[in-house]
Structures are given as structure tokens and as C-alpha cells.
């Protein structure tokens, strides 16, 4: 065992040296940070261009419910929609404005057949109503039109406004059954907080990606050192399973450095005080963050790692050459991208059937059982359950892959089928 | 005190095909002993088994009197035949790293290396990444990582091939001190006259079998010595017709002979002397080459 730190402290300190890992860790840095100020930037593109947005305002024949507009625009808190007043419908003047940049469009009114409202034209030169201007003037051209058809009718003006206030839905669970008494019933939230669908959208991602990522690095670096035959003198040194731990957890490391390294970078950019504004915007609350959650998540995080890592080494030492790489470790991609897809798609029904029994399967229990427990209605009590089924899965294959790891690294040649992998084992007596 | 390495009628099978059968040899401590045998006919089999990477089906091995364990790994160092390092990590980092695998403390192996370097008079590697490195440097590298841990001992499988007669020289004198420092040595390759140089004992293996085993002297008088070398100054006639000679081949300066009766020689000279000027006569001892090809067959390579 005491070998096994010197193959991690190797296989470390050499991923870290690689132009590879430096090239792809400061890759993702980058497009993090970009990520992070995207809304910052989106907001000081349109900030600036619409500070004032000045529509020209035809009075013409509805000079009442064009003063009521004005009115009700100039009520609004941001101001963003300057009116320029026309008497009548110019088309000189409005057009010499359209030249001059004095007004984007004109709104005009039509003629209005007894009760109903007049017909509303938006004029404007090519771009037409941008969302943002409509946003603004739907519901105050609503809110226009309430008045001028109650006007006149008994309705005092609170009736009105309560006519006029949108309907709000909200939501709510009912707790899960008090029997059960976990600590987790007594969430204080009757709904899960924002930030843990983020948290755990965010985990299920990094789970994916970092599993991808260090899992094919694992497999390349057995069949490079099988193709470079120093596996040779590897395996008259160390004990194979010492070798697959010590790279194994070599690379968790690495991955965890990255990790930390991504999380450095997105704290640092959130720290930015203009950066502060856009998440409060989005709603986050930072001290709404579930520990539990965390803590499960980080477990079945570690625990999925290292049962994928094991096939994707057992894998690497079947195979001789990087070419054959890729398709022998197709398998195990699948895998995981459909676990990772069967979480996305249940991010919205966490309750669903399908999770429930994907979060007793080994390879795909790391994502679903968190999804269940972070945002869905697991209990601990079944989260126990799965990370043991996991942890039992964990030694069954490290097991089998420390058993086909010490077989494959002598097999040179073409990959071998199971039938012939299994004639090797015999033949070594493993 | 027990022998270094012994194996004892050792076999090994994988599935149908018998890799290596019955094969037993001993070496003792300070001796370079030689494995022969063509392609496929089980020294890399037996090697493995010796550096227990597979255990053998029937027989044992026996180190120092003593059956296979792990602590026997800082014991043994092995230079493959297809020898590899990583190509992209600096030589000091992954000759340390082995040795540590070894068993040594970091500041020793660094030590070692560094004497090794020396010792092949390229100190200016040491900072250097293995793809750098010409293919035969590459193989000191090799050479080193297999003999930087000081292994009582070392297992070789075809330790010269690929590198120019200067670096073959540089590797036999240092394979030649090894021993005289008490490394019990299993040399396997295809070089005759390296064999004939180093070993004191050898064992040829042909499919899976030991065709031919003992000391080299020994093996060499069982075998008669059937070719004179003859260089004369003028023609010589009627050799043909002498009674026991077989096969006359024109050279250069002179002739050469086979012949079936080592009596036969002497008949040759005294003709040769009668019709013209000896210069060089010489009753060859068969070469180790011309015994293997005898016993192994013109296949081998």
C-alpha cells in the first residue's frame, strides 16, 4: 500500500503538467467568466439603446384616449417611452421626424364604433415593435381601453383595478407524510428553493462532465502505458489493483482541482459588484442553499465517479492501441449520457416512476437519487438505501475490474472478446 | 546457501497450447545466464513467469530458496523486449518513480540515476523527455530503469538489440560488471556471439521444449567440428576427392571445408602443403549459431 502514494503523486503532478489539461482547464475559465457577464453585457447593449425610445402619438380623432395613454406611460417607474404629440396624421412631418431620428414609430388611433375601442396602428420605420416597447405599451393600452369602456358605468375605480390586476398562481406542496419524522420533513420551504435546482442541475452537469472527462483520460493513460510497454515494468513493480486505485484516485484529483478551479473562478466573477445586481435579479439566494443537498450530492458524486472509473480502466487495459480507444469505451459513454439524460428530462417531474427505480440502479442512481432527494420527495431513508446498493456496486466492479485489468495489460494484440478475456484469466490463474 | 533463481520443471499452458513445457534451469549468483530459443518458443513465458506476472500451471521457482512473493519485486529488475517508457515525461521523473515503485527513497533513486547517467556519459538527460532521445538512448533509459533500483536480480530480454556496436559494448561491459558484482542475470537473445561472449551456461528452448542445456564448452565438444578453414597461396587440386570431405567452397584467399571425419583434416593439409604455400590453416569449433540452427532449424528468424 504504501505504493499506492507515489502512483497517485505521479499520475497527478503529470496530468497537471500536461498542455492538454492546462489548455482545456483554462478553456472552460474563460467561457465561465464570458457565461457569468452575459447578462451584465446583454444589459448594457440594450441599456444604452433604449434610455429613450420617442414615439411619435397621433391625436386625431381620439384625443381622450391618447391623453389617458400619455398618462398612463408616464406613471411608469423606468420612463423608458418619451410620446411626441401630432394633431393630425402629417405624413410630412412624421416622415421628416422618421428621417431626423426624432421618433422610432407612431402610434395612430382609429375610429371607434360604439362601445368598442379603437382599431391601434403601430407605424414604424423597418425593425417594427421591438419586445420590449410592446411589454410596455400591451398592458397600458389594456389598462387605456378598461377605462374608456367602464367610463360612465357605476364601477368605482377600485373595482376597476381590481378587474384590471393580473391573476397570480402560486404554488405550493403539501409536506410529505408526517410519520416519517426525518429531518428532511421538516424543511421550512414548501417549495424547494430556486438555488437547489440550481445546485442540483449544477452537480448533475459537473457529475457528467467531469466523469466524461477524467474517465476517458483514465482509460487513455492504461492504454498508452500498455501501448508504450512500460505496463511491463509497471506490473513487475506494483500490484495492478494498487496501480488502477492510485490512477484512479491520481485522476480524482485532477478532477477536483478543476472543480475547485471552476468554482474560484465563478465566485470571483459573482463577487463583482456589477455582476451582484444580475444575480439578484435572477432571484438566487445564496443562504437558501440546502447543506443536505450539498452533502448527498457531493457523496453520490465521489461514488459515481469511482464506479465509472473502474470500467473505463478496465476498459483502457483491453485494448493496445489509443485508436481502438474510443470505440471500446462507446459503452460506458452511453451509459452515462443516458443517465444524464434521463435526470435532465425528469429535472421538472422529479416524482416521476422512472426515477424512483433509476435511483436503485447503480449507474444511474448518482444523478437520478440526487434529483429525487434535491428537488423531488425522497427521503433519507431512501437515499441510504441507494448509496449502499451503489457502494455494493462499487466493490463488484472494482473487483472485476482490478480482474480484467491485470489480464488485459498482457494481452497485446487485437481486443480480445469476453470469451477469450475470460480463456486469459484462466491461463493466469487470476 | 540457496541458488538465486531456480525453476523446476516448470510448465505453463494457455488453453490448448502448451507455452512452456517442463523447462528447468538454475542460475547462480554473479552468472549471466543464457535463454535461447526462436520466435514463439517460450522465453518470454518463461521470463514472465520467473518475474511472477503469471504463475506457472506445474513446477515451482525458486528465489534464494524461497517461493514467489511481492517483497521479491525490489529484488528483480526487468528489461523488456519491447521496451517502453513514457515518451512524454522527463527522464528523471519516471526513473525516480519506477525506482520508488521499487522501493527506494526518492533521494536515492535520484542518486542512482545520476550515476547511471554518468556512468553512460549522458548527465545532460536527466532534464530531458524520452521522445527527445535518439531510439538507442531510449534503451539505455530502458536499461537504466531496469537496473537503477539494484535488483539482485535482473532479467534481460534482448538487452542489444537496435543499439551501434560502440553502445553494445558500453551495455556488455556494463552487464559484465553487474555480474561481477553478484547479479544473478537471465539473459535472453538471438545474438550468438553475445551468448558465446557472456554465458557461462545456456538452455535453448524450441516450441515450448528444452532442446539443448549445460555449459558452453561442454555443448561445443558434443558437437564435431566439421569445417577447416584453409588459406594457401596458389590453387590447390583434388581436395574434393579426399575421402571424408564433403563440400568444397572457394574463397577469397583460400578454401573452406566440411567434413564428416575430423581425420580427413589432416589429409588436407598435407596436400595442401604439397601443391602450394599454407598460410592459414584452422579446424573451426562449431559456432553456438551453427549448433542452434542445427537444432532449431533454418525458421528460427
Given amino acids: ?430 | 546457501m540457496a541458488k538465486p533463481l531456480v525453476l523446476e520443471q516448470v510448465t505453463k499452458q494457455f488453453g490448448e497450447k502448451t507455452a512452456v513445457n517442463d523447462v528447468s534451469l538454475q542460475v547462480e549468483e554473479g552468472e549471466i545466464y543464457g535463454l535461447l530459443g526462436g520466435n514463439g518458443a517460450g522465453k518470454t513465458t518463461t521470463m514472465r513467469m520467473v518475474l511472477g506476472l503469471i504463475y506457472p500451471d506445474d513446477g515451482r521457482i525458486l528465489y534464494h530458496g524461497q517461493e514467489y512473493s511481492s517483497e521479491l519485486q525490489h529484488k528483480m529488475g526487468y528489461l523488456p523486449e519491447e521496451r517502453g517508457l513514457y515518451p512524454k515525461i522527463k527522464v528523471s521523473d519516471q526513473i525516480i518513480y519506477l525506482a520508488r515503485l521499487k522501493g527506494m527513497s526518492a533521494k536515492e533513486a535520484d542518486k542512482s540515476l545520476r550515476y547511471w547517467l554518468e556512468r553512460f556519459e549522458v548527465p545532460d538527460y536527466y532534464n530531458k523527455k524520452i521522445e527527445e532521445l535518439s531510439k538507442g538512448n531510449q534503451q539505455k533509459m530502458g536499461f537504466i530503469a531496469a537496473v537503477v533500483h539494484k535488483p539482485k536480480i535482473l532479467i534481460l530480454d534482448e538487452a542489444f538489440s537496435g543499439l551501434d556496436p560502440v553502445n553494445v559494448e558500453l551495455l556488455k561491459a556494463t552487464v559484465k560488471e553487474l555480474r561481477d558484482e553478484g547479479t544473478s542475470i537471465l539473459f535472453s537473445t538471438h545474438r550468438m556471439e553475445h551468448v558465446e561472449e557472456l554465458c557461462s551456461n545456456i538452455t535453448i528452448l524450441q516450441r515450448s521444449n528444452t532442446v539443448l542445456q549445460g555449459k558452453i564448452q561442454d555443448i561445443k565438444k558434443r558437437y564435431p567440428r566439421e569445417e577447416v578453414l584453409l588459406h594457401t597461396t596458389g590453387t590447390v587440386t583434388g581436395l574434393e576427392d579426399i575421402s571424408g570431405v564433403e563440400r568444397v567452397e572457394r574463397r577469397e584467399r583460400g578454401y573452406s571445408l566440411r567434413i564428416s571425419d575430423v581425420a580427413a583434416a589432416q589429409e588436407i593439409l598435407r596436400r595442401a602443403m604439397e601443391e602450394s604455400t599454407v598460410e592459414h590453416f584452422e579446424i573451426k569449433e562449431p559456432t553456438l549459431n551453427q549448433i542452434f540452427i542445427k537444432e532449431v532449424g533454418e525458421s528460427h528468424e
Avoid at chain 1, 61 to 68: D, G, H, L, M, V
Avoid at chain 1, 400 to 406: E, F
Wanted: proline share 4%.
Fill in chain 1, 1 to 430: 500500500m504504501n505504493k499506492l502514494l507515489p502512483v497517485i503523486n505521479f499520475t497527478f503532478s503529470n496530468k497537471l503538467k500536461t498542455k492538454s489539461f492546462v489548455v482545456t482547464t483554462i478553456i472552460f475559465a474563460v467561457l465561465l467568466s464570458v457565461g457569468i457577464h452575459l447578462p451584465y453585457i446583454i444589459q448594457l447593449f440594450t441599456g444604452n439603446e433604449s434610455t429613450e425610445s420617442r414615439i411619435g402619438l397621433v391625436y386625431g380623432s381620439q384625443p381622450e384616449i391618447a391623453e389617458s395613454l400619455e398618462a398612463m406611460i408616464a406613471k411608469q417607474p423606468d420612463g423608458k417611452i418619451k410620446f411626441v404629440k401630432y394633431e393630425q396624421a402629417n405624413e410630412q412631418a412624421l416622415t421628416h421626424d422618421f428621417e431626423n431620428g426624432t421618433i422610432k414609430g407612431y402610434l395612430e388611433f382609429g375610429e371607434s364604433v360604439g362601445l368598442q375601442f379603437p382599431k391601434v396602428t403601430y407605424t414604424s420605420k423597418k425593425e417594427g415593435m421591438d419586445l420590449t416597447l410592446q411589454s410596455v405599451l400591451q398592458p397600458a393600452l389594456e389598462n387605456v381601453k378598461m377605462q374608456y369602456v367602464t367610463r360612465g358605468s357605476s364601477l368605482t375605480d377600485e373595482q376597476i383595478a381590481a378587474i384590471s390586476a393580473p391573476v397570480v398562481i402560486e404554488e405550493q406542496k403539501t409536506e410529505r407524510t408526517a410519520g416519517t419524522g426525518s429531518a428532511a420533513d421538516t424543511k421550512e420551504d414548501p417549495k424547494p428553493a430556486v438555488v437547489n435546482y440550481v445546485i442540483v442541475y449544477g452537480l448533475i452537469v459537473l457529475f457528467f462532465m467531469t466523469n466524461t472527462m477524467t474517465g476517458n483520460m483514465i482509460a487513455a493513460e492504461v492504454t498508452s502505458e500498455k501501448s508504450s510497454r512500460i505496463m511491463e515494468i509497471l506490473v513487475t513493480s506494483v500490484s495492478p489493483l494498487t496501480q488502477m486505485f492510485g490512477k484512479i484516485l491520481g485522476m480524482f484529483l485532477i478532477g477536483l482541482l478543476q472543480i475547485a478551479i471552476f468554482i474560484a473562478v465563478v465566485a470571483a466573477n459573482l463577487a463583482l459588484p456589477y455582476n451582484q445586481a444580475s444575480l439578484a435579479e435572477l432571484n438566487l439566494d445564496l443562504s437558501q442553499i440546502n447543506l443536505q443537498i450539498v452533502i448527498v450530492g457531493l457523496l453520490f458524486y465521489i461514488l459515481g465517479y469511482f464506479l465509472y472509473a473502474t470500467l473505463y480502466a478496465a476498459v483502457g487495459s483491453i485494448v493496445s492501441r489509443t485508436e481502438d480507444l474510443g470505440q471500446a469505451v462507446m459503452p460506458i459513454t452511453m451509459l452515462s449520457l443516458a443517465a444524464f439524460y434521463i435526470a435532465m428530462f425528469s429535472l421538472s417531474s422529479p416524482n416521476s416512476m422512472l426515477l424512483k427505480v433509476c435511483s436503485y440502479i447503480p449507474f444511474v442512481s448518482p444523478v437520478t437519487a440526487l434529483l429525487r432527494f434535491g428537488v423531488g420527495d425522497a427521503t433519507l431513508l431512501e437515499v441510504g438505501l441507494s448509496l449502499i446498493i451503489l457502494l455494493i456496486a462499487i466493490v463488484f466492479f472494482s473487483w472485476l475490474a482490478a480482474k480484467i485489468y491485470r489480464t488485459g495489460v498482457l494481452l497485446y494484440g487485437k481486443r480480445p472478446t469476453l470469451k477469450e478475456l475470460r480463456k486469459a484469466m484462466k491461463a493466469y490463474k487470476i
